[in-house]
C-alpha cells in the first residue's frame, strides 16, 4: 500500500518532494529543537503538522519529512506516542509503514530505471536520493509498473 500511496501522490501533484507535496495538502512543516527525536507527526482540530529537527543536516530533514508525510497519509489520526503508552498494538508496524511510504517517494522506480546506464550500487543510489542506507533495503522496484514522468526531486 505505502508504493501505491506514493505513486498516486506524485501523479496528482506531478513531484515526489515531500515539502511541496505538505504544502499543496496544507499540511504545516515546522522546524523546531526536538532533542534526540528526527521528527514527528500530530494533528490538532483537523490541522496537520510535521515537525522536523532543526538540528539535523538537510538531506536528513527532506528524509524525515517524507517519513512523517508518510504517517499523515497513511496514519493521519494514529499517535505513536499514545499507542506505545496505552495499546498493545505494534508501533514498530506503523514506523515500517512510513518508512517504506518515504523510501518509495524519493526512490520512485522512474528514477531507478534513468540510473540503470549507469552501474551503481542501491547503496550509492540511497545516498543520492538521501534515503538512510539501513533502510534502502525496503525499497521494492517494479518492472513493469513505470508511472508516468515527474519532476522528481533531487
Do not use: W
Amino acid at each position: 500500500m505505502p508504493k501505491q500511496t506514493a505513486a498516486k501522490l506524485m501523479a496528482k501533484y506531478q513531484t515526489n518532494n515531500p515539502f511541496e507535496i505538505a504544502e499543496q495538502r496544507g499540511i504545516t512543516v515546522l522546524y523546531e529543537s526536538l532533542g534526540s527525536a528526527l521528527g514527528f507527526y500530530n494533528s490538532y482540530k483537523r490541522i496537520q503538522f510535521i515537525h522536523i529537527n532543526n538540528a539535523i543536516e538537510e538531506r536528513l530533514q527532506t528524509f524525515v519529512c517524507a517519513h512523517e508525510l508518510g504517517h499523515a497519509i497513511l496514519h493521519p489520526k494514529a499517535s505513536t506516542s499514545f499507542m506505545k503508552r496505552n495499546t498493545f498494538f505494534a508501533v514498530e508496524q506503523v514506523e515500517v509503514e512510513a518508512n517504506r511510504f518515504a523510501v518509495e517517494l524519493l526512490m520512485p522506480d522512474e528514477s531507478l530505471y534513468e540510473h540503470t546506464s549507469r552501474t551503481m550500487t542501491v547503496q550509492e543510489l540511497a545516498s543520492v536520493y538521501g534515503v538512510p542506507e539501513e533502510i534502502v533495503h525496503l525499497k521494492k522496484i517494479d518492472p513493469h509498473g513505470l508511472n508516468e514522468r515527474v519532476n522528481f526531486y533531487r
